[in-house]
């Protein structure tokens, strides 16, 4: 026992002790937080509230069929919009197992904006059976009109909601609540939620894969983080970046089994190019007019069954909770049989290259036999490798910038790991994961450049990379100034004829690249050829406003990263600060499909930490200036990375004018997520050597805490 305690707990003794002790604070809040009582539903019917869609006169009835009323419901609650504050009286009538139940809400005052719930008291439904099947209706009386919420459609449902006996081409929101005031912990409903989570996944998930992801497998992973930093700091390096690797990979995994699928940003559309390119040869139409459909036939019917009616994008939206939903689809998708083939029209994804896409491709096809599920769950897992691929890329960049204090660069990498934005992202579907892990790729081999000049293989490698990278993402094209400047700096530096082969390689990787991208990606895109010299076609006019205004793009930057100044237009709408809205929230903590959010107090400390990080930087600029004056290049170069990233995004989305809300989202600038962390790791430097290694443990012990409290978050949001 002893052997196998020094061999889990190798490394410097000083790291395991620090982080013994740091983490224990970080432990008991996460406890506190699954502990503390909430309110919670007992149930709804997973349709989003997404406007209001029942325009309803005095007295006229709407009523929902197929109600599924859950076992210890006391509450049936629906919203609405009145057209004045003074709401109406309000009646419900439930008709459940052959009885009727009635409710009514008198007269009320709401609040300026005319929307409220309406909480329908009834007696409480007993514990057996889990669910009973009914209907419902809903009057409003007063003299005015009222709306209620729900997810408009383009045609009626199979079972309508009605309006006087007419059908709507609509869904009805509906939560159920236990009676008022009744809370539970997470622990207490940690059956419920583990059984929920588990409902539309692979055959193999069940109830049992979350104790055991939550318990076993992330706490593993986070002593096996902790020990890669502790063999560091004692000089042990060997298998340090297989291992690295391995902890981004499967923490990303995690984040693939907790994420409800399709809940995450455009997966449903990044899904659907994969599927088309297999099933049809060809990628997703470009032309918004296409008359092939969005999704196929099999991709609609999980939607569907799924109550994925629209792109759920409100937080008290849950998924279907019920294995009943489960073996409805099941049973709808072995008798129908539905073409794979039918979907390839225009998508959001549509205007992306298909190297990502392809990747995912044998993920697809491998799964094929089994359900989309399946499929999407094994392309998501492959996400996650091309994921951990920044990670490896992030760690080597800090050796190869101190390759003496191979610690530092652990954990560098580390923090990106854990970064929770990014490993959520990294475990879904989405395009932003190949080009994050293309310029991690491609910003090793500039600063690699820089300090040794450049061969013909990694010449050659940079020179494909640079074309390949904006056709994963129009967005890798915002590091080409950066590789331009370091090309002249690197032919500044090394300027020898030997390397003249080594810069033709470059060439010739480029022009390879792109002529496989004209003549082999073209066909596999249905309106138009994704080429190199198209993309930067397409993203230069993108961009043209921004060149076009200089000033007033220059004015919208500002605003998007600081407060704006008195004499400035303003771009953004009022409210919270845009670099609030758009890096902290969406930069740290918007799961799902930007519904999940922590408390707000969260977000004000990773904000006051950011700035105290750039103030940190600013004085370890000072601390470290002759190590920084032998390396100048390397540290402008990696400075350079992340503005040239975030210049970029913002000119893609900037307008002349004030924007209605804000559209720009934090994870546009995790191709720049490498050098960032190790800027943030050289802001350590304010502690003076000696201090900064447990200034690093507090920092990865904490990033690492936030991830799992990210995807405790996740999966209590959705399944409580």
């Not at 190019?273 to 036939?297: F, N």
Request: include cysteine.
């Amino acid at each position: 026992m002893h052997r196998i305690l020094a061999v889990l707990f190798a490394g410097d003794r000083r790291v395991w002790r620090t982080t013994a002790i740091v983490a224990v604070p970080f432990v008991a809040l996460i406890a506190y937080y699954c502990l503390r009582p909430n309110p919670y539903y007992t149930g709804t019917d997973s349709v989003e509230d997404y406007t209001y869609v029942v325009p309803t006169p005095p007295h006229a009835r709407v009523c929902v069929p197929d109600v599924e009323l859950p076992a210890g419901t006391g509450i049936v609650q629906l919203r609405l919009i009145s057209q004045t504050p003074a709401r109406p009286q309000l009646k419900l009538t439930l008709r459940v197992g052959g009885k009727t139940i009635r409710s009514s809400l008198p007269p009320e005052n709401v609040s300026a904006t005319r929307i409220s719930n309406a909480d329908f008291a009834i007696a409480t439904t007993p514990a057996r059976p889990a669910v009973r099947s009914g209907s419902l209706c809903v009057t409003a009386g007063g003299s005015l009109l009222v709306n209620w919420g729900g997810t408009p459609l383009p045609t009626p449902p199979p079972s309508p909601p009605t309006l006087n006996g007419s059908p709507l081409a609509a869904q009805i929101a509906i939560w159920y609540l236990p009676p008022a005031g009744t809370e539970r912990s997470y622990l207490e409903q940690a059956g419920a939620i583990f059984d929920r989570a588990a409902l539309f996944r692979p055959g193999i998930v069940g109830a049992w894969t979350y104790p055991v992801l939550l318990f076993v497998v992330l706490p593993l992973l986070a002593l096996l983080a902790v020990r890669c930093l502790a063999l560091a700091v004692a000089g042990r390096t060997r298998r340090l970046a297989a291992w690295l690797f391995v902890i981004a990979a499967v923490n990303a995994c995690c984040w693939a089994l907790i994420t409800p699928a399709f809940q995450a940003p455009d997966e449903v559309d990044h899904f659907a190019y994969t599927q088309s390119l297999v099933q049809r040869g060809e990628g997703p139409s470009q032309s918004a007019a296409s008359p092939l459909l969005r999704w196929s036939s099999q991709e609609n019917l999980a939607l569907e069954d799924m109550s994925f009616f629209s792109d759920h994008q409100v937080g008290d939206t849950r998924m279907p909770w019920l294995s009943s939903q489960e073996r409805a689809y099941n049973l709808q998708a072995a008798q129908a049989d539905l073409s794979k083939s039918d979907g390839g029209g225009y998508t959001t994804s549509a205007v992306h290259g298909p190297i990502y896409y392809l990747a995912l491709a044998p993920a697809y096809i491998v799964t094929e036999g089994g359900s989309i599920f399946s499929q999407l769950t094994l392309m998501r897992f492959t996400s996650a490798l091309i994921g951990a691929l920044t990670v490896l890329f992030t760690f080597l960049l800090a050796r190869e910038l101190a390759p003496g204090r191979p610690w530092l660069a652990v954990l560098a990498a580390l923090l990106v790991a854990y970064e929770p934005m990014y490993g959520f992202v990294s475990g879904v579907v989405n395009n932003d994961v190949g080009v994050n892990a293309g310029a991690a790729a491609l910003e090793l081999l500039l600063i690699r450049m820089l300090r040794r000049g450049i061969n013909i293989p990694w010449g050659a490698l940079t020179g494909a990379l640079l074309v390949a990278l904006p056709i994963i993402k129009g967005t890798g094209l915002s590091l080409y100034p950066v590789a331009g400047l370091v090309f002249l700096a690197t032919l500044w530096r090394y300027h020898s004829r030997k390397q003249l082969l080594a810069w033709v390689a470059l060439a010739f990787g480029a022009l390879l690249v792109g002529e496989i991208s004209a003549h082999v990606f073209n066909q596999v895109q249905a309106a138009s050829a994704v080429t190199g010299s198209t993309v930067i076609s397409h993203n230069a006019s993108a961009v043209s406003g921004p060149l076009h205004d200089i000033p007033g793009y220059l004015s919208y930057l500002w605003q998007a990263l600081f407060p704006r100044l008195s004499f400035l237009s303003p771009h953004f709408p009022p409210g919270p600060e845009p670099f609030y809205v758009i890096f902290i929230q969406r930069g740290w903590g918007a799961f799902g499909f930007y519904d999940v959010f922590f408390p707000s107090w969260v977000y004000s400390l990773i904000e006051d930490a950011t700035w105290l990080a750039v103030a940190f930087a600013a004085i370890a600029v000072v601390r470290e200036w002759r190590w920084l004056r032998r390396h100048w290049l390397e540290a402008l170069a990696l400075l350079a990375m992340p503005i040239a990233v975030i210049a970029g995004f913002e000119a893609a989305y900037y307008t002349s004018g004030a924007r209605p809300l804000i559209a720009e989202f934090g994870r546009y600038a995790f191709p720049a997520i490498g050098p960032l962390a190790v800027l943030l790791v050289g802001a350590l430097h304010v502690f003076g050597r000696r201090h900064m290694l447990t200034a690093g443990i507090v920092l990865m012990v904490g990033m690492a805490a936030l991830s799992y409290a990210s995807q405790l978050l996740t999966l209590t949001s959705f399944y409580t």
